[in-house]
């Protein structure tokens, strides 16, 4: 089965050399390579070398990441981080987080404790 090419992103299939939308890309791998391909209308020539296969885990391929997004805000860097790596994000708010308690009661009790 093959698909007209339209606005979504596509990718050269390593294995076959054929071009693949994300979306079927799963789809595509399943059945072999036979399914997923998409046409362009009237057909180019095939002047691009082909890509290194994309990396798969547990038999799912992983799309290539999105380009990083060169920002001057820190602010907006930690909102970016949120939106594209939600697990790593709250691992790294949580050791914040307890670095900062840590901080805070070690400095109480410096003051509290310590000062004549």
Partial sequence: M????????????????RFVAYSSMQKHYDTNHLEGIATERPPSPATVANPPAPPIVLGTAIPPPLPPIKTESVVIDIVLMYRSHKKAFRVWTLIVALMSMLFASGLYNWLVFHIP
């Avoid at 992103?9 to 294995?15: D, E, L």
């Fill in 2 to 17: 093959t698909t007209d090419m339209s606005s979504e992103q596509y990718f050269r299939c390593a294995g076959c050399g």
